[in-house]
Structure formats: C-alpha cells, structure tokens
C-alpha cells in the first residue's frame, strides 16, 4: 500500500512494450528484467499478468477526479451569487435554531 506523499516512478509506454517484448520473446526473466531496467520485479510480473488478460499496459487506465464535480465555465459573477445563496441560507439556519 502506498503511504501518503509517495512518488511513483514513471515509465514510458516504449521501455514497457521493450520489457515486454523481451520477456515473451524469451530473451530475460522478470527477474532480469528487474536489473536491466531498474523496474521492480512485481511491476514487471503485473505488467505481464495485465498483457495476457489483454489489457493495454501501455495507456494510463486511471480516472482523473476524486469523484468530485466539477464547476467548469463558472465567471466572477456567478461565484458572488453563490456566495449571497449562501449568506442567506446561513441567515436562515441560526434565526431558526433562535426560534427553538
């Protein structure tokens, strides 16, 4: 598992398609590999497990966002009305919890 502010080394699409091609050409074991490349073994045996199920190691498959949406196209404008939306709704809540 990876612990908080760790950096990933970042290998490019054409030294994993060598990797590769070297393995299933028989030309090196991951283990090889491993020391050839400065890879580590088990991303090695990951990217083979990956490519026999069909799956393109080569092409970034994670998903960009936390799951948060987004507010694209959003002018000055519209952040100070909703910023007014909010004043007013904040308003709302304490003269309602005064009435209790």
């Given at each position: 598992?990876?612990?908080?502010?760790?950096?990933?080394?970042?290998?490019?699409?054409?030294?994993?398609?060598?990797?590769?091609?070297?393995?299933?050409?028989?030309?090196?074991?991951?283990?090889?590999?491993e020391r050839e490349y400065g890879v580590s073994f088990s991303t090695i045996k990951t990217w083979i497990h990956k490519t026999k199920k069909g799956i393109d190691v080569?092409?970034?498959?994670?998903?960009g966002n936390s799951g948060r949406k987004k507010l694209k196209g959003l002018t000055l404008e519209d952040y100070k009305q909703r910023y007014e939306i909010l004043k007013k709704y904040q308003a709302f809540l304490e003269a309602r919890q005064g009435k209790k």
């Open positions: 598992m990876a612990s908080k502010g760790q950096k990933f080394q970042k290998v490019s699409p054409d030294v994993k398609r060598e990797i590769l091609f070297k393995y299933f050409n028989g030309e090196g074991s991951p283990r090889m590999l080569t092409i970034n498959h994670q998903k």
